[in-house]
């Protein structure tokens, strides 16, 4: 087994490698100087089984195409296997068609990381579990509930507790949670005008006087965390904190975050933090290192990676 990363998450990436006792394999990621992506690989691959570690995070096209290039690279070097090791899915939320003549973008990125070489994926939390069936490969989505249930408890353990989803789509992540956590679950109606823009209408559950942790799994703009939120301590919630998967956080999202009534707000290190994300009062990164070490240890072995969640 060989590990290789591009340049999106490399301290995950060395995590990874460091929890399997494994060297990162020499590579070199860089550009031209028009910026065009050149990836060489500096050790022998031929009949190896590699994971290239590259989420698609911003900047997204120039990450997606260093996967894309690398897998070609691997593919022309005679690799047994690759396996698209993405902590983050970007495109993922256009997995639909939301109006006339509009794209399904996580459709094509798959095909596009399909036909660059990849044998099989590996990612976590996608926004839709049906994007796995975009892919004619195999693919394995990860589950980042048993870290956030594990923090959880040593956070607020003997708290009484809350699982709020910020809307109704995401109210089968926050029951999986809740439920482990035998704790009870509310969900917050909100009304979207446009992307990134919503407004919370109703609050269903009773949370007064009760810890509320909303669970989701993309935090971009803050906008729908922060109302929540809001929302959430005008009903009446003793205090209000958020697990969130992947950390997109664009524009003024962190400041957004710290202005709000949110004690806290718990991020996975699917996407590498930046430096308003490591020094703000009320964010913390948990690493999901472990999980994908141990996931790719297992398919490399080829034994079952759904019995993790067992």
Do not use: W
């Not at 990162?24 to 050149?38: G, H, I, N, P, Q």
């Not at 911003?58 to 290039?69: A, F, Q, S």
């Amino acid at each position: 087994m060989k590990i290789l990363t591009g340049n999106s998450n490399r301290p995950l990436a060395e995590a990874i490698a460091a929890y399997l006792n494994i060297p990162l394999t020499k590579a070199s990621v860089r550009r031209f100087s028009d910026m065009e992506v050149f990836v060489e690989i500096q050790e022998n691959v031929r009949g190896e089984d590699v994971f290239i570690i590259q989420s698609t995070s911003y900047p997204t096209n120039d990450n997606l195409m260093e996967l894309l290039v690398t897998l070609d690279a691997l593919k022309r070097g005679s690799v047994r296997r690759s396996t698209a090791v993405i902590p983050y899915y970007g495109y993922a939320r256009q997995d639909r068609k939301s109006g006339p003549r509009t794209p399904i973008s996580a459709k094509l990125v798959a095909n596009l990381i399909t036909v660059a070489g990849a044998d099989r994926v590996l990612t976590v939390d996608l926004h839709a579990g049906q994007i796995q069936g975009f892919f004619d490969i195999p693919t394995d989505n990860l589950f980042a509930a048993p870290v956030f249930v594990d923090d959880i408890k040593r956070q607020y353990g003997g708290e009484s507790l809350v699982i709020v989803s910020p809307d109704v789509g995401g109210v089968v992540r926050a029951r999986l949670i809740a439920r482990r956590l035998g704790a009870d679950l509310a969900i917050v109606d909100k009304r979207r005008e446009r992307a990134g823009v919503s407004e919370v209408m109703n609050i269903i559950g009773d949370v007064a006087g009760q810890r509320c942790i909303l669970v989701d799994d993309i935090v971009d703009s803050a906008g729908t965390l922060c109302n929540a939120a809001e929302a959430l301590m005008e009903a009446g919630a003793a205090a209000v904190s958020a697990y969130v998967t992947h950390g997109v956080l664009s524009g003024g999202a962190v400041a957004r975050v710290t202005a709000s009534p949110l004690q806290e707000l718990v991020m996975t290190d699917s996407i590498q933090g930046t430096e308003a994300v490591r020094v703000a009062r009320n964010i913390r990164q948990l690493s999901i290192a472990p999980l994908m070490a141990e996931a790719v240890r297992r398919i490399s072995e080829e034994r079952s990676v759904s019995s993790l969640f067992d």
